[in-house]
């Protein structure tokens, strides 16, 4: 039972997809007395070969065209707007890790002296509390303002949302380790260094780790939003490009796309929280 | 005073209450010592603040009052001349049963090559009878195995004095015997000077040279001294042969079910001296006793009443 149950639920997963494709297909299929609108007749028109991208939600068969398409070559370059989608997305995994980076290099040392010092706890958390709601892409025009680059906005984006989930849970990890091992530490006399990194961290690793997948997880949804805005380069302005040209079948790669590295930033992320947890 | 090797002046512990005001005492004018090679346990009810006498000679918590004064000096603070053994094992579940026991003999003898030190730990992690399991997690081991770890590590950095707060507590009855025996030929081959909190009279008669015996708290005291007057070389298997072990038993569970009660806050005794609490010798009891008819015609359903009470 427990062995066929990965099994099962593979294929209830395939048949789900299957589904999934037959209702989509069934929904964007050409009907006999297409109703074409005047204005997208006029549309159609003034796109001159554009016709056949106006033509309605594309079909299955469109899009994993599409996918086999952008996919047998996907680190082409033909200049500033025409990328291949493995070149976006390195461009946009780029910008997460230096400011998912960044963010590691602030919220982990600053998370451990809240979690280590009530007085530093009380004293920033009214910063905290009210820079934590802020939405990441608010601090947009102020970054575009002062740092005066695109690209480095965008990193700054990515950073600041970042931040704060791994800095609470760090500060929280750090603050609930269990007293009898600071004890032990104690009775020990281990020195303040010896006892961040051999105590206090592999202790709290699991709950920092959480944060730090947390944030990982935030910074792949920004950095879209964020390369919408500044443009250039980068899955999310690949994704806004396409809308441009009003290429559906590109902008559902695209987004399945972000999807899928997404999911495997957060296994990665799942990985590394298993190798830091202890059994107790 | 302080030709003891450890003593404990006037101690003093009071929580604050919720308003912030100083609590009553958990206890006041504590006064007792402990010579060196010595083996103390104390015995008291729940609340009378063993568990805070242990964690002050252990430098983890402050007294509010009176002074612990070991070796000469005045103990302020944590320590590697006093190794402690937790209630709770607190092995570090990320490092292995050889890494934890490492991690306390580097504190101790930091400029130790890695070699060297394995070679100590794993000499005392064979004491405690854990030479085969030294390479895995303590999530691998049973509770009697990792309290033995526990017990590896504060005796590897070989601390002057061994503080245990009640280390066997949440083992079964089976396997507390079996450390209690390995705990014992430890000391008896070490020579160490041990304060243990416990809950069980037998397993303090079999370890202690004395036992303090605590009253309730709040403002709980040092009611009386027992003196384990049966020789040093007693086994669990023959300690209940020596005449002197009932009368010993008898004097502790009486103190604890019948005794413990009336020394609670007042006075019971006009001449009871703080400084000097009362020490007694139950086990030598025969020549008061002469009145009585012989221990060995003491009837035996008498003591199992009294035990059972």
Redesign the interface.
């Known amino acids: 039972m427990n062995k066929q149950l990965p099994y099962r639920a593979a294929l209830l997963s395939l048949v789900l997809f299957a589904c999934f494709i037959g209702i989509w297909q069934y929904a964007t299929m050409p009907s006999d007395n297409v109703v074409v609108s005047a204005a997208d007749a006029e549309y159609a028109a003034l796109m001159g070969q554009g016709a056949g991208k106006a033509e309605g939600f594309p079909t299955p068969a469109a899009v994993g065209r599409t996918f086999v398409h952008f996919l047998s070559d996907p680190f082409y370059d033909n200049g500033p707007n025409d990328k291949g989608i493995g070149i976006q997305i390195a461009y946009s995994l780029m910008r997460v890790g230096a400011g998912f980076f960044l963010a590691t290099l602030v919220a982990l040392p600053l998370g451990f002296i809240i979690g280590m010092s009530p007085l530093m706890m009380r004293a920033l958390n009214p910063f905290i509390q009210v820079l934590k709601p802020i939405s990441p892409l608010a601090w947009m025009p102020l970054a575009l303002y002062v740092l005066k680059d695109s690209d480095v906005s965008g990193i700054f984006v990515i950073f600041i949302c970042s931040m704060w989930p791994m800095l609470l849970n760090t500060a929280f990890g750090v603050a609930s380790v ?1 007293r ?2 600071i ?2 530490a ?5 020195g303040p260094l ?1 006892k961040a990194f ?2 206090i961290l ?2 709290a ?1 699991p709950t920092i780790l959480t944060g730090m997948r947390i944030s990982m997880g935030i910074a792949w949804i920004v950095i879209v939003a964020a390369e919408m805005l500044v443009g250039g380069t980068g899955v999310g302005y690949f994704v806004w490009n396409e809308w441009n040209n009003l290429a559906l079948p590109n902008v559902i790669f695209a987004i399945t796309m972000i999807g899928l590295v997404g999911m495997l930033l957060d296994f990665a992320f799942g990985v590394l929280q298993k190798m ?1 947890t ?3 | 005073m302080t030709n003891h090797y450890l003593s404990v002046e006037a101690l003093k512990k009071a929580y604050p209450t919720s308003d912030g005001k100083a609590g009553t005492p958990v206890f006041d004018n504590i006064h007792f010592s402990i010579e060196k090679g010595e083996f103390v346990c104390i015995i008291g009810h729940s609340g009378c603040g063993k568990t805070t006498i242990l964690n002050v000679l ?3 918590e402050q007294a509010s009052g009176g002074v612990v004064i070991m070796n000469g000096r005045e103990v302020k ?4 001349d ?3 053994v ?1 209630q ?1 094992h ?1 092995l ?3 490092m292995s049963v050889l890494g934890n026991v490492a ?2 003999v580097k ?2 003898w930091p400029d130790w090559s890695k070699a060297k030190i394995a070679a100590h730990c794993t000499e005392y992690l064979e004491m405690v009878g854990l030479g085969h399991a030294i390479h895995k ?3 691998e081991l049973s509770g009697g195995m990792k309290q033995r770890v526990g017990i590896a590590r504060a005796f590897a ?1 070989q601390p002057k004095m061994l503080l245990l707060d009640e280390p066997f507590g949440a083992l079964d009855a089976l396997t507390r015997g079996t450390i209690q025996d390995e705990l014992l030929k430890v000391v008896q081959a070490t020579h160490q000077t041990v304060f243990m909190i416990t809950h069980d009279v037998d397993e303090a008669i079999l370890l202690a040279d004395k036992v303090i015996l605590m009253s309730n708290g709040p403002l709980a005291k040092v009611a009386e001294i027992v003196e384990i007057t049966m020789p040093r070389n007693r086994t669990r298997a023959e300690m209940h042969h020596d005449p002197q072990y009932y009368r010993i038993r008898n004097h502790l569970v009486d103190f604890l079910v019948n005794r413990s009660k009336t020394y609670a806050g007042g006075g019971e005794l006009e001449q009871y001296d703080p400084k000097h609490p009362p020490v007694v010798r139950p086990g030598l009891a025969a020549a008061p006793d002469a009145a009585l008819p012989a221990e060995t015609a003491r009837p035996v359903p008498q003591l199992k009443k009294v035990v059972n009470q």
């Open positions: 269990r009898d091992w004890n032990v104690r009775t020990l006399e281990v010896r051999q105590v592999p202790a690793a830091v202890y059994r107790d | 252990a430098g983890l603070g944590p320590s590697l006093r190794g402690v937790f709770s607190a570090m579940p990320w991690f306390a504190s101790k997690q303590p999530a950095i």
